[in-house]
């Protein structure tokens, strides 16, 4: 649901960085490495020592990496099929190094068995989210293309509701309701994309 809103609006906020960035010789491709370096230093460094202020501040830095490359792309006409192939490989690891880090952390704290399980299901439940989505569009199917938790919406509510336990000490029970929330968000995602596919299959048999 973010995903239209937030590209669009991100485009025009970062567009003079963009064209700054190009104009210093960095490529949409370099700064989808750098950004998915970043991402991941941030989550598996700060996260899993407790440190999720400053985790969630230094990911959000490189973030930004994420909204520029596709922007750059389009700015300097370099778009390409490989470009868009490895932005979607980095995101995936990104995504797993971002709740992989919380899983870390909740694992060895003791009492906290039931956010680790949340983190857990959210990991797995948001490779198979992106995986339904792409191996349908690689069947020629256009169905997958729905659900009420995609990627920005995920991301978004971990990171903030990280970045809020950590700000005010919060319990981890509360990052686990949010996270046993996005869990079930992201498993009905699933289920919404594989009902959409069968419909779409059927349709056209």
């Known amino acids: 649901m973010l995903n239209k809103f937030a590209r669009a609006f991100a485009t025009r906020l970062l567009t003079p960085l963009a064209q700054f960035f190009l104009r210093i010789g960095l490529t949409p491709d370099l700064v989808t490495v750098i950004g998915t370096l970043g991402v991941c230093a941030g989550a598996l460094v700060f996260f899993p020592r407790g440190e999720f202020v400053a985790g969630v501040l230094f990911i959000?830095?490189?973030?930004?990496?994420?909204?520029?490359?596709?922007?750059?792309?389009?700015?300097?006409?370099?778009?390409?099929?490989?470009?868009?192939f490895l932005d979607s490989t980095l995101d995936r690891i990104a995504d797993g190094a971002v709740f992989g880090g919380l899983v870390?952390?909740?694992?060895?704290?003791?009492?906290?068995?039931?956010?680790?399980?949340?983190?857990?299901?959210?990991?797995?439940?948001?490779?198979?989210?992106?995986?339904?989505?792409?191996?349908a569009e690689g069947l020629g199917l256009t169905g997958a293309n729905v659900g009420v938790a995609e990627r920005a919406d995920r991301l978004v509510v971990?990171?903030?509701?990280?970045?809020?336990?950590?700000?005010?000490?919060?319990?981890?029970?509360?990052l686990g309701v949010t996270l046993w929330f996005l869990a079930v968000a992201s498993a009905f995602t699933v289920g919404q994309r594989m009902s959409?596919?069968?419909?779409?299959i059927r349709s056209r048999a």
């Open 196 to 200: 959409a596919v069968r419909r779409e």
């Open 60 to 84: 959000a830095v490189f973030v930004i990496f994420d909204l520029l490359d596709g922007t750059m792309a389009r700015i300097s006409g370099q778009s390409s099929t490989w470009g868009a």
């Open 158 to 174: 971990v990171l903030l509701m990280t970045f809020l336990v950590g700000l005010f000490g919060w319990p981890g029970e509360v």
């Open 104 to 135: 870390l952390y909740y694992a060895r704290q003791p009492g906290e068995s039931l956010t680790t399980w949340a983190t857990l299901f959210c990991l797995v439940f948001g490779f198979v989210t992106s995986y339904a989505r792409a191996r």
